[in-house]
Every structure is written in structure tokens, then in C-alpha cells.
């Protein structure tokens, strides 16, 4: 047999498993991903949030950590002074990069009319802030789960509310569905938004998964259903959420211990972010229930600041934010995150392209994940393009391009 007559046996055989490969794991969508998402009670959302959150965020800002050096004491760590001239202006710009109105937890069980009121109210005040220009890039709502007792209440909420948004929504919206124990939830998300896109009209309808049972992460089969649950609902999956609270109680996690790094947590998300690799799917981390409020604000801001320090570093890059206060927090912490990295981040990748040496003989995965740190720092605001070209003599095309992620199509 020649070479040539081995090679095509070869494809013969491994045709089914390429053809799989590619379907299964098509790799990054080229899309932003949002360093958080904000909760908002639905009953409290209207037109406005966005632009509240940020005038409430910057006045926590003046009134606790106004300074550079101010804020470095009250946090407890070296604080550049671009830092704080950059997370000022992020909370001007854009203090919101992802929007959940919420119609479960943060909502509650109130009567179908209060809730029916609700969700047309909360899609007009949605509809008003796009047609502004003052929506978030990412914004959408989170209904309640699909178990039995709340299945009907949570896909009437998600018809009235598209019903209501006719024309108005665009590729930054996506539903979060809570509380999914199964993968047969997920296949029925799908009929529900096969449906409502026929009746609404409204174009290919993403959601997310939320992860914060027990069920999520092992099956009573046990196998893992989370990779079968991404399968399942793709591609319309694009995230996985993880639930801190929920999630830990369920595993018996005493109230004064339930936290973002309990082990369990840490555990759940490493099954999470092995199930998402490769898939396009995001993985977002949780929320830390101490708020930065009364005589806590320090306190609760060293503790955010630590959190969300420790999932970047974890390779999680997106987290969940629950008061205008833990804005701040969220972008110091994400700031000081890529500006620390920049420069070496920068020298490696000019030695890989064969522009010097870096001490480090990175092979091209470790290239595209450079790559994509420096992508991420322009996403969110900390690192700017001038900077990037200045350093490393690249401009975001060829980044994407070493970072392994696709360019938007130009429309």
C-alpha cells in the first residue's frame, strides 16, 4: 500500500470522528465575552438602571476610595494610578457590560397578574433603553426554572416579554435558565424557543445554563451531564453560569461557609470549564452575597476584590454582580489583572513571532491563550490598541488571528 493509499484509508476511517470533532467542538465564536453579569430584580428595572448603577457605583467610588491612594488603602494593595482614572471612566462609559432582568430568585413568587405586569413593563423599559442607545452591549432575562412547579409561570414570562419586544432585540440578548437538573430540560428549552421564534419573529434565540445543582454536574447514571446539556442545547448554549448559593446549600454547605471558593464550588467549576472547552461556550463564576454597603464597604470590597481576582487567575473571566457598589471592585480587580500581564504577555508573543527573546519557548496553544489575554483586555477597557501596537506591533486582526479567534463578518 503507498502512502498516499494509507493517508486516504486513514480519512476513510477517522471521516466520522473529524466530522464530530468540528461539531463539537467549533472552537472560539469570536464574539466578546462580558466580564460580568449584573442581576436586577425585575419589579426594580426600568429604563434607567443602566445609567443609576453607574452614577450609584461612581458615588461609592468618591465617597469610599475617591483617591488612588485612597483606594489602594481602603483595598489593601498597590493601586497604579491609571487604575483608578480607568475604572472612573469604565463606570461613566460603560458600568454594565452584561444585563439580567430577573424574574426568579431576585424576583420571587408573586401572583401571575404582578408578574404577567412585570415582564411587559420590564420589556418596554428594555425596549426604550435600545432605541436610546443606553442598553449594555449584553442584556436579556432570567426566567424561572423549567421542574414542574414553575415551568408554566417561566415560559409565559419569556412569551410576553418577546411578544412585547416585537423587533427590538438584537445579537447582545440571551435568556439564563436556572435551576437545570437534566438534559431533557434543555432539549425542551429548545422546543420553547423553536416556538416563540416562529410566533415572534425573532431570529435565532440564545440562552444559558445555570449551574447550581448537584444534578448539573452528575447525573444519578453518573456521568457528567453538563457536556451532554452544552450538546444538547447547541448552538444556542452560549454560557454556563455557576450558582454559588443554591449550589452549595444542595450539597448540605453550611450558610457561613457557602462560597465562591468553597471546594465544592472550585469543583463544580473545573467540571464546567473542562465540559465548555473547545465548545465556544463562556463559563461565568458566581457572586459573593457580602455586599459593600453601611460600615462594610472595605471589608466587602477587599473580599470582591480577592474573589474575582482568584477566578481570572483560574481562568474564569466573568462573574456575577449583585449592588452598584461591587462595580468598582469588578473593574479595579479586571484591570489590574490585564495591565499586570500586558507587558510580559507583550514580550512573548513578539519572541514567538521571532521579534526577541522572552526566556520562554511557547508553542502556539500558549500563543493563542496570550493572545487571547491581550484580546480580553481590549474587550473590557484596560488595555487600549495604541498600547497594544506600541508594545508588541500588532494590530487586532493579526491578535485574533494568533488568538484562534474568528473576526466578526463586516455586515
Same mark, same amino acid.
Given at each position: ?27 472560539? %465564536? &469570536? =464574539? #466578546? ?8 430584580? !425585575? ?8 445609567? $443609576? ?29 491609571e487604575i483608578h482614572e480607568r475604572v472612573r471612566a469604565k463606570l461613566q462609559r460603560e458600568p454594565i457590560e ?14 401571575d397578574e404582578d408578574e404577567d405586569a412585570a415582564a411587559i413593563a420590564a420589556a418596554r423599559a428594555l425596549a ?24 408554566? %409561570? &417561566? =415560559? #409565559? ?8 419586544? !416585537? ?8 435568556? $439564563? ?100 472547552? &473547545? ?76 521579534q526577541g527573546e522572552s526566556g520562554y519557548l511557547d508553542e502556539p496553544a500558549t500563543a493563542a491563550a496570550l ?41
Open positions: 500500500m503507498s502512502l498516499d493509499d494509507l493517508i486516504g484509508e486513514l480519512d476513510r476511517r477517522l471521516a466520522q470522528a473529524d466530522a464530530a470533532l468540528a461539531k463539537d467542538y467549533p472552537g472560539d %465564536r &469570536g =464574539v #466578546r465575552q462580558p466580564v460580568h453579569t449584573v442581576y436586577v430584580p !425585575a419589579d426594580q428595572y426600568d429604563a434607567n438602571t443602566i445609567r $443609576t448603577w453607574g452614577e450609584k457605583a461612581r458615588t461609592a467610588l468618591d465617597q469610599y476610595g475617591g483617591t488612588p491612594h485612597e483606594l489602594a488603602d481602603a483595598l489593601e494593595t498597590e493601586l497604579p494610578a452584561d444585563l439580567r432582568i430577573d424574574f426568579e430568585d431576585g424576583y420571587g413568587t408573586r401572583p426604550e433603553s435600545l432605541k436610546a442607545g443606553e442598553a449594555p452591549p449584553y442584556y436579556g432575562l432570567r426566567i424561572k426554572s423549567l421542574e414542574a412547579p414553575s415551568r408554566k %409561570r &417561566g =415560559v #409565559r414570562t419569556l412569551d410576553l416579554f418577546l411578544r412585547e419586544m !416585537a423587533g427590538a432585540l438584537t445579537d447582545g440578548f440571551v435568556i $439564563t435558565l436556572p435551576k437545570v437538573t437534566s438534559v431533557e430540560q434543555v432539549e425542551a428549552m429548545v422546543v420553547v424557543l423553536e416556538q416563540f421564534e416562529r410566533e415572534h419573529q425573532t431570529g435565532q434565540l440564545k440562552f444559558e445554563i445555570q449551574v447550581e445543582t448537584p444534578q448539573a454536574i452528575l447525573g444519578s447514571d453518573g456521568t457528567a451531564l453538563i457536556a451532554r446539556m452544552i450538546k444538547a442545547g447547541a448552538p444556542r448554549v452560549t454560557g454556563l453560569h455557576y450558582g454559588t448559593y443554591d449550589y452549595s446549600a444542595s450539597l448540605g454547605v453550611a450558610a457561613a461557609y457557602q462560597s465562591m471558593e468553597h471546594p465544592v464550588a472550585d469543583h463544580a467549576k473545573d467540571v464546567m470549564q473542562l465540559a465548555a472547552a &473547545g465548545t465556544g461556550v463562556f463559563v461565568s463564576d458566581g457572586s459573593t452575597n457580602v455586599l459593600p454597603v453601611g460600615d462594610n464597604v472595605h471589608a466587602a470590597w477587599r473580599l470582591h476584590l480577592r474573589l474575582v481576582r482568584r477566578s481570572l487567575a483560574r481562568g474564569i473571566y466573568q462573574g456575577w454582580d449583585m449592588h452598584p457598589a461591587q462595580l468598582p471592585t469588578r473593574f479595579v480587580a479586571t484591570y489590574l489583572f490585564y495591565r499586570e500581564g500586558l507587558e510580559q504577555a507583550a514580550i512573548r508573543l513578539k519572541a514567538y513571532r521571532g493572545a487571547g489575554f491581550v484580546l480580553r483586555g481590549l474587550d473590557c477597557g484596560a488595555v487600549d490598541v495604541a498600547e497594544v501596537d506600541k508594545l508588541i506591533g500588532i494590530d487586532t486582526a493579526e491578535l485574533a488571528k494568533l488568538a484562534r479567534r474568528p473576526m466578526p463578518v463586516e455586515g
